[in-house]
């Protein structure tokens, strides 16, 4: 069965430093996303993408987030300077039109210190 | 904005029971409500859904029914096996491209 992929699977970082979270979505899929879980947390969401640019983004996804599709397979999330309250479970999922489900990757577990 | 509440937080069955996870949203524009399953580790699963002009949808062992008018919905779990123990997630959202909204989730321990 066809899967999203994530990696790395646990990243530490220190406050401050960049991160690029890296995603490559099932080959057929046209829609892209990036949720978020912080510990204890729901779910939630950060950014949908479609057709090389964002589609929707939330309040959280702010200038220090930002994602890109730089060769068609990958998808990624930048996080420029990160904050202690970034740390969280960083999950990609992607899906094809008319099919509402998503199906998520495995997600990276980030740790800010 | 849309949101979504899970209860319970934590559920405790024996194997062979049933067991039933509720949850109830605000937004009466969302349309598509699916059920996720995560395993320790793992990504979170689809393992059911159904869309606002359907009441009920059965799959072998689970099924899922919408209550449009009240704006709940429940996932129902039969004869639950220790394989079911995960946390699962409800959500809704608006259909097509659309954000998700989560519920809290649902720890699930099926004791053997």
């Known amino acids: 069965e066809p899967e999203v992929t994530q990696t790395p699977s646990h990243q530490v970082t220190q406050m401050g430093q960049e991160v690029i979270l890296r995603c490559v979505p099932i080959s057929n899929h046209l829609y892209f996303y990036w949720y978020r879980q912080i510990l204890g947390q729901k779910v939630e969401f950060l950014v949908s993408f479609y057709n090389n640019e964002i589609s929707e983004k939330s309040e959280i996804f702010d200038d220090q987030f930002s994602v890109e599709r730089p060769d068609g397979s990958n998808f990624t999330l930048k996080i420029r300077s990160t904050k202690l309250e970034d740390s969280a479970m960083y999950f990609c999922?992607?899906?094809?039109?008319?099919?509402?489900?998503?199906?998520f990757g495995s997600g990276t577990r980030l740790t800010v210190v | 904005g849309e949101n979504v509440e899970q209860h319970p937080s934590t559920l405790s069955v024996q194997e062979g029971d049933s067991a039933v996870i509720k949850c109830t949203y605000s937004d009466s524009a969302s349309n598509y409500f699916p059920w996720y399953k995560q395993e320790l580790g793992k990504g979170p699963q689809l393992i059911i859904d159904i869309r606002s002009n359907v009441g009920e949808k059965k799959d072998q062992r689970i099924a899922v029914t919408l209550n449009k008018t009240a704006k709940h919905f429940s996932l129902h779990i039969t004869e639950t096996q220790p394989e079911d123990s995960a946390v699962y997630f409800c959500?809704?959202?608006?259909?097509?491209?659309?954000?998700?909204?989560f519920g809290s989730g649902t720890k699930l321990n099926v004791k053997p």
């Open positions: 959500a809704a959202s608006r259909g097509d491209f659309n954000k998700f909204y």
């Open positions: 999922a992607s899906n094809i039109p008319g099919d509402y489900g998503y199906t």
